[in-house]
């Protein structure tokens, strides 16, 4: 059977991670599976090239596999199209470049997102302008491998009017990553192009339930499949080292995710500060001099590591929280890291203080590599988190800080979430089947 799954690019999020999980999956003696990511940009993009800077890693990905006496790789990425690569480009950059068409298209998308913005009272979250631009701008676009007819074609982010109708194929399917009731949509447009959809696939039973309070008509037209981890990719990669860790004593927390309104990096300074605030009260009482005037001097403390990026507001914002709560010493900002699996498996905890999600890879990937993790209650929590392998504490940040200190002055409890993470396999490579099966009906 023949297979494409299309992308946009391969930035550091978790849908991009989940892909390169999926592709990683594949059997090519079951499937022949085309990749066509739209701009050939990100820092995970050398693993679907099978280029990565760990080359022994990066040429198992896509091994070859000896299939009728010819040699077969995982998956075939197909080459960058010039007009693809423009979606999210600067209009201006389109002009200069000629695509004229494709930036009178982006335009009109944006003028229809502006207009549409004054609906959104509830000030949440917004995606909305890359469904708008996409819908207007996919006419311009030529056809994906036009000479090939697919068994199944799927739109592995949304917006997914591309694979409706720039591919051939029997079947078409569409993902969905997030908590709809906590973004910013146009409803009627997208019921419309879901409904083209021939399979929705939900990557929880949580998200899953979100997305039909928002579409009930389209219930029976969804199935879940889990985004898809290789424990054995996770792990190897993760041994690189990372001095910055290595080197700290302090007890070091973690927090990974785009600077969005959904991650509430906001929160930070302020948690670290009353987790700092609480363990300079609890050595006053125990009048030890000594180890006061550590603490003073941020020796032995708290740290919290942000690997981040995303909105420039948000980041700022941040930025100001960490000076407003005094806490420059102790939330350290690391910007983009290539490779934060090292970065992982060095730290205490891994904390997710999230408003909404749809299922974070990035925890999973922290109870792959036996870290215990603490998530704030957002809606989809408890699909992840058990209370056996991590801890869900209360959204509102003053509770949330008081949780979090009685977590992290349990030693007990850290050390039997980390146990109980250490006996368990978190590996679900076995999700794929679910895709041949869709193929193959």
Known sequence: M???????????????????????????????????????????????????????????????????????????????????????????????????????????????????????????????????????TVKCLPMINPDVEYDLAISFLTPHYIVLDRVRAKKKLGWIHTDYTNVFINREMEQKMWERLDVISSISSDVTEKFCEVFPSLKDRIID????????FIRKRSQESCPIFEQDSALKLLTIGRYSKAKK??????????????????????????ELREVERGVRNIKWY???????????????????????????????????????????VYVQPSRYEGK????????I????????????????????????????REACADEMIKVLKDKELLAQLEEYLKCHDYGNENEIEKIYRIAQS
Not at 360 to 367: L, P
Not at 375 to 392: L, R
């Open 2 to 136: 023949k297979i494409l799954i299309a992308m946009h690019y391969m930035e550091l999020g978790g849908a991009e991670a989940a892909l390169l999980g999926l592709l990683q999956s594949v059997d090519p003696k079951r499937a022949d599976v085309d990749v066509f990511i739209y701009d050939h940009r990100g820092e995970l993009m050398p693993y679907v090239k099978g280029e990565g800077r760990d080359g022994e890693l990066s040429a198992k990905l896509t091994e070859l596999t000896e299939l009728n006496g010819e040699s077969r790789k995982k998956w075939n990425l197909l080459p960058e199209v010039a007009e693809y690569t423009m979606l999210e480009r600067p209009i201006s950059e389109l002009e200069k470049k000629g695509y004229w068409r494709l930036a009178l298209a982006r335009l009109w998308g944006k003028w229809e997102d502006e207009r549409y913005k004054k609906y959104n009272v509830k000030g949440l979250e917004s995606n909305a302008h890359v469904t708008f631009q996409q819908h207007r």
């Open 225 to 232: 499949i889990e985004n898809i981890l290789s424990p054995g």
């Open 265 to 290: 990096m906001e929160d930070i300074p302020y948690l670290c500060r009353r987790l700092v605030d609480a363990l300079l009260v609890e050595r006053e009482l125990n009048g030890v001099e000594g």
């Open 306 to 348: 942000i690997i981040g990026y995303g909105s420039a507001e948000i980041e700022q914002q941040v930025r100001d929280e960490i000076r407003k709560e005094g806490m420059e010493e102790h939330v350290i900002l690391l910007g983009k890291q290539a490779n934060p699996y090292p970065y992982i498996r060095c730290c205490d």
């Open 360 to 367: 974070s890879i990035t925890v999973r990937e922290a109870q």
């Open 369 to 396: 590599l036996c870290k215990p993790v603490i998530v704030t209650h957002y809606p989809t929590a408890p699909s992840q988190v058990n209370g056996k392998d991590g801890v869900i504490v209360p959204l509102e």
